[in-house]
């Protein structure tokens, strides 16, 4: 089944792509930022649609930072060659949380509310039942190792 609405994005060197497919608009779709450093220092603000599908792919993995911290559940994928976090993917359960200042349709998104969520009371099993709940599903994640010349 097909889903109505392609979201495409990238990193600004195009080494990490994506493609969020919704059947939901941008005005459909939440709009959230919350009070972690990390979020903070990047200036991330995400969107998810728990019932579409991400697909991810990666020209060259060795230019991409899976960057661990707090509960170590998700890789926050940055481009090591410009620098630009992409997404916070899960996978262990295949699930991701999209940067939405990557997406072409950027501003489309922005017009929404932004809620700004406090996770730190979170306990780990709370945070994961959250994510499972309300993350996108990744359907691909294609990599390619670099080429040596």
Not at 14 to 39: G, H, M
Not at 73 to 97: E, R
């Amino acid at each position: 089944m097909s889903l109505r609405y392609p979201y495409a994005g990238a990193c600004h060197c195009q080494n990490i792509a994506l493609r969020l497919d919704s059947d939901k608009t941008p005005a459909e779709l939440p709009l959230r930022t919350d009070t972690c450093s990390f979020c903070n220092k990047h200036h991330a603000i995400y969107t998810t649609d728990a019932q579409g599908e991400l697909h991810l792919a990666v020209s060259d993995t060795n230019a991409v930072e899976r960057y661990r911290f707090g509960t170590k559940t998700a890789d926050f994928l940055i481009c090591k060659s410009c620098g630009v976090f992409v997404a916070a993917y899960m996978p262990d359960s295949s699930l991701a949380v999209i940067n939405v200042n990557v997406l072409e349709a950027r501003a489309s998104f922005l017009q929404n509310e932004l809620h700004i969520a406090n996770l730190d009371a979170e306990s780990l099993e709370q945070r994961l039942t959250r994510r499972r709940s309300r993350w996108t599903p990744v359907s691909s994640f294609v990599t390619t190792a670099a080429t040596s010349t």
